[in-house]
């Protein structure tokens, strides 16, 4: 099963207006964290924002805010503002536990594209 | 400039030769990792090291080779590559193992074509 899902392949959103990408988790481990990276056409995977499974309030970095819903087990995106210079591949990725391989396991990503 | 440092940045070489990508980070990183991209499959772990001379393999090592000699390397090595491993290559370091709120912070990448 996978444990992360982003069921949005591809999301178009008008330049200046806020966007949600979905993602869902799976995991049975109370201690976790859920990292979202974006991706642009020129491949670097950038780091965006952390939500830790303790955390009681939803993060938030600029333009950027994750709505974390834990017992829907939900950790969306929100894009505030869109610019053209957002339109990239956006990936949530879970790392469980604490210890252990520290592996982030990824969702497939979602496709942004900001129209002007 | 803290940075996580790959080479090269693309590649393309034949089936069986040898070839090493080395990755290098300056932040003091006590966690290394290799994953590769693939599309429709994301990103997967090949290997990680947890400290120097401490590696162990992710969810696809077959076909590679790692080592951690030194705290600020983790080449990744493909002793006799095959198509199948024509992919985006990232190496990603951490801060700190256990500490699941450290961000993973990602090379720009290695893009090998094995004909």
């Known amino acids: 099963a996978q444990k992360i899902t982003q069921t949005q392949p591809g999301m178009f959103v008008q330049e200046k207006e806020a966007v949600t990408l979905d993602c869902t988790y799976d995991?049975?481990?109370?201690?976790?964290?859920l990292f979202w990276y974006k991706q642009p056409s020129s491949g670097e995977m950038i780091f965006l924002i952390y939500?830790?499974?303790?955390?009681?309030q939803n993060a938030t970095e600029g333009r950027y805010s994750l709505n974390f819903q834990k017992a829907r087990k939900s950790a969306n995106l929100v894009i505030s503002a869109s610019q053209l210079g957002d339109s990239a591949m956006y990936f949530c990725?879970?790392?469980?536990?604490?210890?252990?391989?520290?592996?982030?396991?990824f969702g497939k990503g979602t496709k942004l594209t900001v129209n002007p | 400039e803290a940075q996580v440092t790959q080479n090269p940045r693309y590649l393309i070489t034949v089936t069986g030769k040898k070839l090493t990508v080395t990755c290098s980070q300056n932040?003091?990183?006590?966690?290394m990792s290799w994953y590769r991209q693939d599309p429709g499959l994301g990103l997967r772990q090949i290997y990680y090291?947890?400290?120097?001379?401490?590696?162990d393999k992710g969810d696809v090592p077959e076909g590679y080779k790692v080592s951690r000699k030194e705290k600020r390397n983790f080449p990744l090595i493909l002793e006799s590559p095959s198509p199948n491993q024509t992919s985006l290559y990232f190496c990603?370091?951490?801060?700190?193992?256990?500490?699941?709120?450290?961000?993973?912070?990602f090379g720009d990448g290695t893009r090998l074509s094995i004909l």
């Open positions: 990603a370091s951490s801060l700190s193992p256990g500490r699941h709120n450290q961000p993973q912070h």
């Open positions: 995991t049975s481990d109370p201690s976790y964290g």
């Open positions: 939500q830790g499974s303790y955390d009681q």
């Open positions: 990725a879970m790392r469980e536990g604490q210890g252990g391989s520290e592996k982030l396991v």
């Open positions: 932040m003091n990183h006590e966690y």
């Open positions: 090291s947890m400290n120097v001379e401490v590696t």
